[in-house]
């Protein structure tokens, strides 16, 4: 499965999982490779994406165990969620109306945690120049990274890449509307654009 830039932060989003945890919801879970983590880890985990190629994939990839995982080919807007130890969102959130934080927020048992991996469009000058000079010739070279361990290991994957979408808030759209909707959250701000919502349910 390529590497992502997404995969860099699964260590950080699992140091996350509260203690005794047993039950997680992974929203957008694209080819799965964090379910299975969470799965590696021992929890329970619904995986959760609509783009059913996708989820075909993951599937086949099976579950490492010791927990379960069940695919569920569902759009996060529409589905009856259950409660869950833990809910992540590794840059899914972007694909659907931000307020569908509360419903997941309304889905955690209490003591539970949801994290969100998020993407958020650049708006100050400094973050346009990132945007424009930094990220091209490092695009390029992740590119050319992947393209050259493809080749080592046999060819190009032909299963297909999650979907994208733009992302359409801004940093300071993502504080204020998360500071309305989660009491108790933080938003961080990791590398360029991407950042991290934690929100702890009491
Ligand atoms: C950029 S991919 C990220 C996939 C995966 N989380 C990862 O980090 O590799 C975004 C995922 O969100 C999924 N997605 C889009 N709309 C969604 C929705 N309404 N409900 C749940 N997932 C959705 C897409 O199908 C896609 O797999």
Redesign the pocket.
């Given at each position: 499965m390529p590497f992502?830039h997404?995969?860099h932060y699964h260590p950080l989003l699992l140091r996350q999982v509260p203690e005794g945890a047993k039950t997680a919801l992974?929203?957008?879970?694209?080819?799965g490779?964090?379910a299975r983590r969470l799965a590696s880890g021992g929890l329970d985990v619904d995986a959760?994406?609509?783009?059913g190629d996708?989820l075909e994939v993951a599937r086949a990839l099976g579950s490492p165990g010791p927990g379960r995982i069940t695919y569920r080919h569902?759009?996060?807007?529409r589905a009856a969620l259950g409660t869950y130890d833990f809910i992540s969102?590794?840059?899914?959130i972007h694909?659907?109306p931000f307020e569908t934080v509360t419903a997941l927020w309304k889905a955690l048992a209490p003591g539970g945690v949801l994290v969100i991996?998020g993407l958020a469009k650049p708006r100050s000058v400094p973050e346009l120049v990132k945007w424009e000079i930094v990220s091209p010739p490092l695009n390029l070279a992740a590119r050319i990274a992947v393209a050259v361990g493809e080749r080592l290991n046999g060819g190009r994957d032909p299963a297909p890449g999650?979907?994208?979408?733009d992302w359409k808030m801004t940093m300071p759209q993502v504080r204020r509307e998360s500071a309305s909707l989660l009491p108790g959250r933080t938003v961080r701000t990791l590398f360029f654009w991407r950042y991290l919502l934690i929100c702890r349910r009491d």
């Open positions: 992502n997404n995969h992974d929203v957008g879970c694209g080819t490779l964090f959760m994406d609509p783009a996708v569902e759009d996060v807007t969102a590794i840059a899914s694909h659907v991996l999650p979907p994208v979408a």
